[in-house]
């Protein structure tokens, strides 16, 4: 119900794929997980790239670091007198100012990427 509701709300911001990924919890690599994102994806719209898992490390993987950036993100954005109750305020907030160039992917990006701001 996570993956189907999270894939809904992606597609009404007009997202069409994605790449998921999640820590190696047994709920989230269980056979029926996996064999319902393909259904899920159909259902939604919503093209599913990638599902991958990496080890349980007690909040200590990638996705970890860059969520708490994300969250650090929204905590500046409301700071700034901002509200971030709904999901459309949380994409906003999320997108109100860029990552720095060096989390994407783990390594630097060229400054002709067009994603990214250089300073």
């Known amino acids: ?11 009404k911001q007009k997202i069409t794929s994605v790449h998921l990924r999640s820590d190696n919890a047994g709920a989230y690599h269980s056979s029926n997980t996996i064999a319902a994102v393909y259904v899920i994806a159909k259902a ?8 991958g898992f990496s080890e349980s490390q007690n909040g200590k993987s990638a996705a970890d670091r860059v969520s708490g950036l994300v969250k650090n993100k929204v905590r500046a ?22 990552l720095s160039p060096i989390l994407k992917d783990g390594g630097t990006c060229p400054k002709e990427d067009p994603f990214h701001l250089w300073t």
Not at 6 to 11: A, C, M, N, W
Not at 44 to 51: P, Q
């Open 77 to 98: 954005f409301v700071d700034a007198g901002n509200d971030s109750t709904t999901h459309e305020q949380f994409f906003t907030a999320t997108t109100y100012w860029r």
């Open 1 to 11: 119900q996570v993956i189907n509701n999270l894939l809904s709300e992606l597609k």
């Open 44 to 51: 939604t719209g919503v093209r599913v790239i990638s599902y």
